[in-house]
């Protein structure tokens, strides 16, 4: 079964099944989706010079030689570390595909999507308190339930996570965030419903709550730095992209088997988990050599307890001092060119033999474009009018024996390296990026870009703004600096003058 277990966005445990329904509020989708394509009557790619097996392996031209988390050569200006895992997040609130086999072509029609596409937290909030009363408090199931001290999500005798999505415990910095969204209901169901309500109406209004906060963080802050304020509003305002089919809302391959995927090259080796000038300083890696121990203090991998040496300071994270993400480019960190037995079945290749690029999350997730019969990026790029194209030179370049078309993900990749300067999508990945999350938007009649398009968040120091440091702060009571996206803008080509508020619709 492939994909046992897959990094940063775009995966999960193969074999695990999740039915959802139940007694959660919830959005448009009381069913799961399936996945779809956004341009079915593209040509696909057949083949690509050189292979996923030369490009995606160790030493080849995908190879990011893993620089450190204290490197500065591959530092994100834009895009702190945490908008990483905060993606990675969002991913799984979104798609799983509990049938994925890479030796397969994939009818994206026939492949069940596990997850409902909208941005509704179901991987937070499960099937709810009478169908999965394990996820919340015995004596009050209008609270979530967090571990013993507070620190960690639930978890059963053996150490595995009680939450909604197991693959929210992939890695530690998840499985935090996880933990943080937790105590954000909580709070706000202890300090912002009338007591005199309920608890399954108390309930339904923070449920109510936290999502548009996290639907409104997603449109106004982690799709702006990812695909920059002009994408994701002209995506909303004019929908270039709908659910028309009968089956109702899905989820484009395009977007979860290449676009979405481009978190793949934002994951550094290791980082940083205390706040910066404290000590001791902690860092930790996200995959450390494979003969290493697991389970140690210096390994992000998750599905354990969380030790307190490993527990996250968010302020090293997100905020004004909080250490940069990786730039989006070809390059990968080598951590994830050779996954480690943790991660993969011991009997895959070992790396240093014939089929060492079976371990390249690099190899896989090309090889997974071919099988998802995606189109070439350059087809896809003539497509979308106003795209930027880039020449065969600079898609090709310092790629021995690359020629012709290029595979959809690494087309994303080096067209944000290209025209970014890899610090955020653009062209193609943003257009696919964007569309996709407007129809999701647009689709779920309980967002609250249908319900109310000019609401307000509420819960932050202050009226009409929310980011994720104003949630930790709101959450923990501590004290993040907030980032202005617009100050760190200087690099991204846009026309004069002040760049305008996301458009609510």
Do not use: C
């Not at 989820?251 to 676009?259: D, I, K, N, Q, R």
């Amino acid at each position: 079964m492939d994909y046992k277990y897959n990094p940063a966005h775009g995966g999960g445990y193969g074999p695990s099944r999740f039915d959802r329904g139940g007694d959660v509020p919830r959005g448009r989708f009381a069913e799961t989706g399936r996945f779809g394509r956004m341009l079915p009557y593209l040509r696909s790619l057949k083949s690509f010079k050189p292979g996923p097996a030369e490009l995606g392996k160790v030493g080849g031209p995908m190879d990011g030689d893993s620089p450190g988390p204290r490197d500065t050569t591959q530092n994100n200006p834009r895009i702190k570390a945490g908008y990483t895992f905060l993606g990675q997040f969002i991913d799984h609130d979104l798609t799983l595909d509990a049938t994925s086999t890479l030796e397969q072509q994939i009818d994206p029609h026939a492949t069940r999507n596990f997850r409902t596409p909208a941005l509704e937290l179901d991987s937070v909030y499960g099937l709810g308190p009478k169908v999965q009363p394990y996820l919340y408090e015995k004596n009050n199931p209008g609270r979530l339930l967090l571990g013993p001290d507070g620190a960690d999500v639930p978890r059963n005798s053996e150490g595995i996570a009680l939450i909604g999505d197991p693959r929210n415990d992939e890695n530690i910095v998840v499985s935090q965030f996880h933990r943080l969204m937790l105590m954000f209901h909580n709070k706000v169901f202890d300090d912002h419903t009338d007591p005199s309500m309920g608890i399954q109406e108390r309930f339904e209004e923070a449920q109510h709550l936290v999502r548009w906060h996290y639907q409104w963080i997603v449109v106004n802050e982690f799709l702006p730095r990812t695909v920059g304020r002009r994408a994701i509003g002209r995506a909303l305002e004019h929908m270039p992209f709908r659910f028309t089919d009968e089956r109702g809302a899905f989820m484009p391959v395009e977007f979860s088997v290449a676009a979405y995927r481009f978190g793949h090259s934002q994951v550094r080796p290791g980082y940083l988990l205390s706040a910066p000038g404290a000590e001791p300083v902690r860092a930790a890696g996200i995959f450390p050599d494979v003969a290493d121990a697991p389970e140690s203090v210096g390994d992000l991998r998750g599905r354990r307890a969380v030790p307190p040496e490993l527990r996250i300071d968010w302020e090293a994270f997100f905020g004004p001092t909080a250490q940069p993400g990786k730039l989006i480019d070809i390059r990968i960190s080598t951590a994830l060119l050779r996954l480690p037995n943790t991660v993969l079945d011991p009997s895959t290749a070992e790396v240093g033999s014939a089929d060492a690029t079976t371990r390249s999350l690099a190899a896989r997730n090309l090889q997974r474009g071919l099988d998802a019969r995606l189109p070439s990026g350059q087809d896809v790029a003539r497509h979308f009018r106003g795209v930027r194209k880039l020449t065969d030179a600079q898609i090709w370049n310092a790629v021995p024996g690359g020629e012709g078309p290029a595979p959809l993900w690494f087309y994303i990749l080096r067209e944000a390296e290209v025209l970014t300067g890899g610090q955020r999508l653009a062209g193609v990945g943003a257009q696919i990026v964007a569309r996709t999350f407007a129809a999701i938007l647009e689709a779920d009649k309980a967002s609250y870009v249908v319900q109310e398009p000019d609401w307000q968040p509420h819960l932050g120091p202050v009226e009409g703004r929310f980011t994720v440091s104003d949630l930790v702060n709101f959450t923990l009571g501590t004290n993040l600096g907030h980032e202005d996206l617009q100050a760190v803008e200087t690099a991204e080509s846009r026309p004069a003058g002040t760049p305008q508020p996301v458009p609510a619709q």
